[in-house]
Structures are given as C-alpha cells and as structure tokens.
Nanobody
Framework: QVQLVESGGGLVQAGGSLRLSCLAS????????MAWFRQAPGKERESVAA??????????YYEDSVKGRFTISRDGAKNTVYLQMNSLKPEDTAVYYC????????????????WGQGTQVTVSS
C-alpha cells in the first residue's frame, strides 16, 4: 500500500520561502509521477506542479501561477519529492497535498491514485 506523507508547511510572511516534502513508501517508484495540489478555503483543489520520471529522464510541470517561484524536485534515493516555494504570496495560502501515480504518461494534472493527508501553508501579508 503506497503511502504519502507531507511535511514542511507553516506560517510565513509574504515574500518568504518554504520547502514542502513528500515521503513515499510502500511501493516501487519506477517510471512514476508525483504532483502537488492545493486547496484554499472555499475553493476547489487545483494543481500546482508535477514531476515525471521515466528511465533516467525527469520532467517538471508547473501552473502559470507558480512558474518562476516554485520548484519541484525529487530525491530517488529517499523516495521524496520536494516543492521549494519562494516569493510566497497571500494567495498561495492553502492546504497542500502530495499525489502520486504509477502511470508516468498522460496529463500531469489528472489521474492520481495516491494522496497524502495535506500540510497547511499560510502566507501573511
């Protein structure tokens, strides 16, 4: 059973930085894709970024709202995916969820089978 556990959320002032981590366990993570989603109060969950790896090739994807500010990466040896968030804005406030899929192909925004419990990110103005 694949499990995803997020950490690294917290309270930060606008312009600050946070790094989220997602530790994956219970599976063999070859040719996988993982993503970060977020859900703000009263809003639908939205995609933030994803990373695919097939063989030795890793490809990141970002929504326009975070491009240039957020960086997604992975450490294969630690089965961990990171989301480095810089220049944070109050509108980035949300619960951030890690998601995983064994199907590395396809639309990076959809088709995730595994989800973490979420970590709160609050950006004060």
């Amino acid at each position: 059973q694949v499990q995803l556990v997020e950490s690294g959320g917290g309270l930060v002032q606008a312009g600050g930085s946070l790094r989220l981590s997602c530790l994956a366990s219970g599976g063999i993570f070859i040719n996988y894709r993982m993503a970060w989603f977020r859900q703000a109060p009263g809003k639908e969950r939205e995609s933030v970024a994803a990373i695919k790896w097939i063989g030795g090739t890793t490809t990141p994807y970002y929504e326009d709202s975070v491009k240039g500010r957020f960086t997604i990466s992975r450490d294969g040896a630690k089965n961990t995916v990171y989301l480095q968030m810089n220049s944070l804005k109050p509108e980035d406030t949300a619960v951030y969820y890690c998601a995983g899929s064994r199907i590395s192909l396809g639309n990076w925004r959809t088709g995730y089978d595994y989800w973490g419990q979420g970590t709160q990110v609050t950006v004060s103005s």
